[in-house]
């Protein structure tokens, strides 16, 4: 049975006040300090031939790991990065995708893995670690921030690569910058079970073994389709604004929010065309609980967070259509727009409430003959850590 965060997160998860983090146009972090408790997750993951099952598991059920943590009563905020690592002459050795809020962002990037490559048995863990650790764009350590990586794989480390960081040097530096590290191995080769698990002791982590495939098993249900439609109904409802970004000016920032309005319209499809279901259904809920659903350039998210007044927008970055409006005229589009949103966020928590109970009774009847999978193992994981990482009173 998939263990539950929600519950524990509800007692222990309270952080301290801080200021708000802020993110460049691309969502990287800046700042460490939030004024809301904050997870930071990085996923580094063998892309290797062998690894398809568990990339396609976690393509699965990232969104329902995420959204785990986000409906704890504290609502935290849930930062994630991704390090695709494979080895030496292969198509890469790492592909880093620095930390950020932007989910859909990393959430696209993972559509993208591939499976390919490797065959040679050990790969470049030592770089993939040391890049994980290194330039995943951590914040700088906070008492309101928990750190927790993943390291995913099923072949040990190329130790002859003696040029590359000591995997067990790097996941003790991890520590001292207050990263956990955990190793998640899939399959049973005696020689990754010894390595990972010393890398784990040295992160102050947890070690799991899985089967090969990733052992994740999705449940379809009777309210994905619906949900998948409703998440694409709430992405909808953005509004690109733009002038305040970079020094945007004139005709470059008409051209920032078409751009950023055509990038939205095109995610919706891509995810609707690609994305597994369940996939779907899950995102489409974190879109109902997650107050920073959309990038900063959404007018309506800004508007109605109260992050931005919108009399006080300048006309000249406003979208298109409001620009021709006069301000009272521009407040009820942009109302509408908000109450639009807030009724499909209902619909999806109503909704995701059925799906919920379904899966709910589905994983019992599994439970006796379903070994632990990926998600599992990330949710045991993540209930011990975050209620290690939260401040004591």
């Known amino acids: 049975m998939r263990l539950s965060l929600t519950l524990l997160l509800g007692e222990i998860l309270v952080f301290g006040p801080a200021a708000l983090a802020q993110d460049d146009p691309a969502g990287q972090v800046k700042d460490a300090a939030g004024s809301k408790p904050t997870i930071e997750l990085v996923f580094v993951i063998d892309t290797t031939g062998s690894m398809a099952g568990l990339i396609e598991g976690a393509k699965e059920k990232v969104w329902g790991i995420v959204n785990d943590v986000m409906k704890a009563?504290?609502?935290?905020?849930?930062?994630?990065?991704?390090?695709?690592?494979?080895?030496?002459?292969?198509?890469?050795?790492?592909q880093v995708t620095p930390i950020t809020r932007d989910l859909d962002r990393v959430y696209n990037t993972l559509m993208g893995f591939r499976a390919e490559g490797g065959g040679d048995g050990p790969e470049n863990v030592r770089r993939a670690l040391a890049d994980g650790v290194h330039k995943a764009g951590w914040s700088p350590r906070s008492a309101n921030t928990a750190q927790i990586l993943f390291l995913v794989g099923d072949a040990p480390p190329h130790d002859d690569y003696a040029d590359e960081p000591d995997t067990v040097a790097s996941a003790s530096e991890a520590v001292k910058a207050g990263i956990l590290v955990n190793t998640i191995q899939c399959g049973r080769e005696a020689g990754t079970s010894e390595v990972w698990q010393r890398i784990s002791r040295a992160g102050e982590g947890r070690y799991f073994a899985i089967a090969q495939d990733g052992g994740v098993a999705a449940i379809a249900t009777p309210y994905d389709e619906e949900l998948s439609r409703l998440g694409s109904r709430s992405g909808g409802t953005y509004m690109a604004y733009g002038g305040m970004m970079g020094g945007m000016g004139g005709m470059r920032a008409t051209e920032f929010r078409k751009d950023r309005a055509a990038a939205q319209r095109h995610l919706e499809?891509?995810?609707?065309?690609?994305?597994?279901?369940?996939?779907?259904?899950?995102r489409a809920l974190n879109k109902a609980i997650n107050a920073a659903a959309y990038d900063e350039s959404d007018l309506v998210q800004a508007v109605e967070s109260g992050?931005?007044?919108?009399?006080?927008?300048?006309?000249?970055?406003?979208?298109?259509?409001?620009q021709k409006l006069s301000p009272e005229d521009r407040k009820k589009v942009v109302e509408k727009k908000i109450e639009e949103r807030k009724a499909i966020r209902e619909k999806i928590l109503e909704l995701s409430k059925k799906r919920d109970a379904?899966?709910?009774?589905?994983?019992?009847?599994?439970?006796?003959?379903?070994?632990?999978?990926?998600?599992?193992?990330?949710?045991?994981?993540?209930?011990?850590?975050?209620?290690?990482?939260?401040?004591?009173?």
Do not use: C, N
């Not at 009563?73 to 790492?94: H, Q, W």
């Not at 499809?269 to 899950?282: C, G, L, T, V, W």
């Open 307 to 322: 992050k931005v007044k919108l009399d006080a927008v300048k006309a000249e970055d406003l979208p298109d259509d409001l």
């Open 73 to 94: 009563p504290s609502r935290p905020e849930v930062r994630m990065g991704l390090v695709a690592y494979r080895d030496r002459g292969d198509a890469y050795v790492t």
């Open 269 to 282: 499809a891509d995810f609707a065309a690609r994305a597994p279901k369940s996939a779907q259904a899950d």
């Open 358 to 393: 379904f899966i709910q009774q589905e994983r019992e009847k599994q439970a006796a003959r379903k070994p632990a999978g990926f998600d599992e193992a990330v949710s045991a994981a993540l209930k011990e850590q975050i209620a290690r990482r939260a401040p004591k009173p």
